[in-house]
Structure formats: C-alpha cells, structure tokens
C-alpha cells in the first residue's frame, strides 16, 4: 500500500530545531493539501501545520500552541512537504505524522485526510 514516508524526527534538547520531511512522491497525483500532526501517548492526534493550494497560491494553517515555532514548506519534488520546527520544547514530544489529501473540512480535523504516513519520533528533553 502506498503511503507518504516521513524523516527527520529524532532525540534533541531543549531550544534545538529538527526539519521534518514527508515524501508522497510515488502517488501518481499531484496532492493539492498536505498536513503534519502529532500524537503524543495517552493523547488525541494534533494537527500542527497544513498547506493547501487554492487557484495557484498555496494557504497555510497552524496550529497555536506551535504557531512562530514551525513553518510548513513545499519540496521542489511532488507531493514533498518539510516541517521546520524551531526552538523545541518537551511539551513537543510526539510521534509526527504525515497527511495527504483533505476530503474538505476543518484542516487539523484528522477525519478529513485521506493518506496518512506511518509516523516520525520526536523526543525533546529539558
């Protein structure tokens, strides 16, 4: 089964950055929405960040509890979105998922996405 791939996720500290990559490109589509959540355990799926491309301009989405923190940004390669996470905090432990495809919706609704990636680790210490 297809699925979009994420990368980047690992161990930091506190204040450190990590870039987060999730590739779709083997989808024979061209996505025109892309979003990353996170899941921490015990806790429901976030969503963080989406970029959707409406007539041409690409829209972005955060979530607050991240927003002056992450950036969304598209790849060069189809169907290739980064996440650039900045100044890290424990609070941002969580495995961060991958999403393609809105059905149409609320963007950080999980329910709406149609592809989802198996997950990338995050784990920030203090």
């Known amino acids: 089964q297809v699925q979009p791939v994420e990368s980047g996720g690992g161990s930091v500290q506190a204040g450190e950055s990590l870039r987060l990559t999730c590739d779709a490109s083997?989808?024979?589509?061209?996505?025109?929405?892309m979003a990353w959540f996170r899941q921490a355990p015990g806790k429901e799926r976030e969503g963080i960040a989406a970029?959707?491309?409406?007539?041409?301009?690409?829209?972005?989405y955060y979530a607050g509890s991240v927003s002056g923190r992450v950036t969304i940004s598209k790849g060069n390669a189809k169907n290739t979105v980064y996440l650039q996470m900045n100044n890290l905090e424990p609070a941002d432990t969580a495995t961060y998922y991958c999403?393609?495809?809105?059905?149409?919706?609320?963007?950080?609704?999980?329910?709406?996405?149609?592809?989802w990636g198996q997950g990338t680790q995050v784990t920030v210490s203090s």
């Open positions: 970029m959707v491309t409406v007539n041409g301009e690409d829209l972005t």
């Open positions: 083997t989808y024979s589509t061209t996505f025109n929405s």
């Open positions: 999403a393609a495809r809105s059905r149409g919706g609320i963007w950080n609704t999980p329910q709406i996405w149609a592809y």
